[in-house]
């Protein structure tokens, strides 16, 4: 059996990180998408009865986590956060295992890790490579602005909650021009595919 190579994926807010993902999925690559794995724990019944227990029937609406609730809890008392990292956590870690290991059953070459925070959440230790998106800061901030409204005080405020940009760069071991034309990005992204690939074969 051979294990698929773990990439995974680090860039500002809005540089395309998620875009990316999605064209390594097109070469047929298994991506990891931390958001959707979480969205899809906050309604497994042992995460919403143990939530129940901790926080009440208030943090669980229509059968799911309460996102707007449970985000004041964790950020006025980051010891509920700890305590909700603790449970999600271990679950989010079993799902990457299991999706490497069937990933090397069905002989897929790359794994991918999408998370927002991958060094913040020192997702990049069980990655074999780390690719930086990088997508200039005016082009990041009119996607941010399309999508979300946000200015460049709230990018600014969201950055600083995060490990520095030039961090991430420094750290990673590829870099993909996240901007240019959604056919441009793609040839790059295949490109680089290959090129890691190639020099994890060397």
């Known amino acids: 059996m051979i294990m ?7 860039g500002g807010i809005g540089s395309g990180k998620s875009t990316v993902a999605g064209f390594f999925a097109e070469a047929g690559c298994v991506v990891y998408d931390a958001d959707k794995e979480v969205t899809r724990l906050y309604t497994r019944p042992d995460v919403l009865d143990q939530v129940r227990q901790w926080w009440g ?8 986590l309460d996102r707007a609730t449970i985000a004041q809890i964790v950020f006025e008392d980051e010891s509920q956060r700890d305590r909700l990292e603790g449970l999600l956590f271990p679950l989010l870690h079993k799902r990457r295992h299991e999706m490497i290991e069937d990933a090397a ?27 930086f ?8 901030l009119e996607r941010l602005r399309a999508r979300s409204g946000w200015d460049e005080a709230e990018l600014a405020r969201r ?12 750290r990673s071991d590829y870099v993909v021009d ?13 490109r680089l595919l290959e090129e890691i690939i190639a020099d994890r074969s060397a």
């Open 159 to 170: 950055e600083k909650a995060q490990l520095p940009l030039d961090a991430k760069h420094r």
């Open 57 to 64: 029937e208030e943090a669980v609406v229509d059968g799911e």
């Open 133 to 140: 998106v990088d997508t200039p800061r005016e082009i990041r």
């Open 105 to 131: 059953d069905n002989d897929v070459v790359a794994v991918i890790i999408d998370a927002p925070l991958l060094y913040e959440a020192a997702l990049d230790e069980e990655c074999d490579v780390v690719i």
């Open 178 to 190: 996240g901007s240019g034309s959604t056919h441009e990005v793609r040839g790059r992204v295949h």
């Open 4 to 10: 698929p190579v773990v990439i995974g994926i680090a």
